[in-house]
């Protein structure tokens, strides 16, 4: 097994090759193509979930995805990341692209070296909050 280290690496590989060479590379470099297991519910498992993440965020005008932290432990990475623009198909374009951030965290099974499982939860960052805290 692989050391929470190299995972957080990897990990880190996938997302870069993601936003600088898209997704089929990220998918065909990073990921287990025979056995990738997608738990997003509008994404279906495999190579063709994560080029339709691709294509709608390029779809999205003023797209941006930050990693604010990773974690990991044994074979699992999370990781907190904040995108702005990010909108689905059947969702309106928003106005102002920088105005719709979204706080993700990501959860991805390492095995063999290879992303082979994926868990998110995406939350709209609201304009204010309660306690004056970011959710970043």
């Known amino acids: 097994m692989s050391s929470t280290d190299d995972n957080k690496k990897l990990v880190q590989g996938f ?18 193509a025979e ?25 999205c005008k003023g797209f941006t995805l930050k990693i604010h932290r990773m974690a990991a432990q044994d074979d699992l990475v999370w990781v907190q990341a904040e995108t702005t623009g990010l909108h689905w198909p059947d969702e309106p374009n928003p106005v102002d692209p920088a105005s719709l951030r979204h706080v993700v965290i990501d959860i991805f099974r390492i095995e063999g070296g290879k992303l082979i499982e994926h868990w998110d939860v995406i939350q709209r960052i609201p304009p204010f909050t309660a ?6």
């Open 35 to 59: 056995n990738y297991t997608q738990h997003n519910p509008r994404l279906v498992n495999g190579r063709a979930g994560l080029l339709e993440f691709g294509r709608t965020a390029a779809m």
């Open 131 to 136: 306690s004056g805290n970011d959710m970043i």
């Open 15 to 32: 997302y870069d090759t993601l936003m600088s060479s898209g997704p089929e590379i990220a998918f065909d470099k990073y990921c287990d």
